[in-house]
């Protein structure tokens, strides 16, 4: 997963933060991002996962409601719309109405969850819990899956997703 990287010195777009300047180069890391393979509940398809760090990344997200891509955004972008908090987990809902629709032709919104790349059916986040922490380093020790997709940590079905899909402003 990529990100675009920041101006040392800029000042930061979260609205929470606005004050703020980025003090270093911001990009996402290998402490960000894990990926690894999972497989749906419903049809058996095998599929890549990542599972982003919102609070990491500084960003929230929305998952699409018909093919399940995911917007991650970021706290830091200069579209990022006055007035709506950046929530470091799924959006919050007034950001709704600053998203583009899916490429697909549906709508990021808050209460979607991600979906099987084959049969499109929605994803169970307890079900996730069995492959995630089975792959994750860190289960030895102690981490586990939140087991929601509304949470800290987002999911990336085969690098399904998009950055920044704000709206222009006009």
Not at 29 to 38: C, F, H, I, N, S
Not at 131 to 145: C, S
Request: proline share 5%; charged share 25%.
């Amino acid at each position: 997963m990529s990100a675009r990287l920041l101006r040392a010195g800029a000042l930061c777009r979260n609205p929470e933060r606005s004050s703020r300047r980025i003090s270093a180069v911001k990009s996402l890391t290998r402490e960000q991002v894990m990926a690894w393979t999972g497989a749906c509940e419903h049809c058996t398809e095998e599929f890549g996962i990542e599972i982003f760090h919102n609070g990491f990344g500084d960003s929230s997200y929305a998952y699409c409601g018909s093919c399940g891509k995911t917007a991650i955004l970021s706290g830091w972008s200069k579209q990022w719309p006055k007035g709506v908090k950046c929530t470091q987990a799924e959006i919050a809902p007034e950001m709704e109405l600053h998203l583009k629709p899916c490429a697909c032709g549906g709508t990021f919104t808050k209460g979607n969850y991600p979906r099987c790349p084959k049969c499109k059916q929605t994803l169970s986040a307890d079900r996730a819990a069995e492959y995630l922490e089975r792959q994750a380093p860190g289960t030895k020790k102690g981490w586990r899956w939140q087991r929601n997709w509304n949470g800290l940590y987002c999911a990336v079905i085969n690098g399904q997703r998009t950055m920044d899909n704000f709206i222009d402003p006009t």
